[in-house]
């Protein structure tokens, strides 16, 4: 069992950044690829970005590729995203998750096994 704890969140004007954190606990967490996602108001849970356990693979939503680095240190137990040119429509909850063992669709919420608390991102306009 792996459990997480995002950081990083909070009020940035419109094109500021912010840098996420998410710290794991329990030794298993370089075992698993970990995604980000975001949920705003009265909308779905919608992927973000993902990493492979060891960082190498990265793949990200059209909306924010190009604006967001997701990266890992698994000597840290962590998972960071970087988020660059942060617009109001980037406002949302944002949640780390682990990868289940066996899936078919990474950027489906329901795949994923282990979840954050959530880290509240508000950008003013």
């Known amino acids: 069992h792996v459990q997480f704890e995002e950081s990083g969140g909070g009020l940035v004007q419109s094109v500021g950044s912010l840098r996420l954190s998410c710290a794991a606990s329990g030794s298993t967490f370089k075992e698993y690829p970990m995604g980000w996602f975001r949920q705003a108001p009265g909308k779905e849970r919608m992927f973000v970005s993902l990493c492979n356990w060891n960082g190498d693979y990265t793949d990200y939503d059209d909306c924010v590729n190009g604006r967001f680095t997701i990266s890992r240190n698994n000597a840290k137990n962590t998972v960071y995203m970087q988020m660059n040119g942060l617009q109001p429509e980037d406002a949302a909850v944002y949640y780390c998750?682990?990868?289940?063992?066996?899936?078919?669709?990474?950027?489906?919420?329901?795949?994923?096994?282990?979840w954050g608390q959530g880290t509240q991102v508000t950008v003013s306009s």
């Open positions: 998750a682990a990868l289940g063992d066996i899936y078919t669709e990474y950027r489906r919420s329901d795949e994923y096994k282990y």
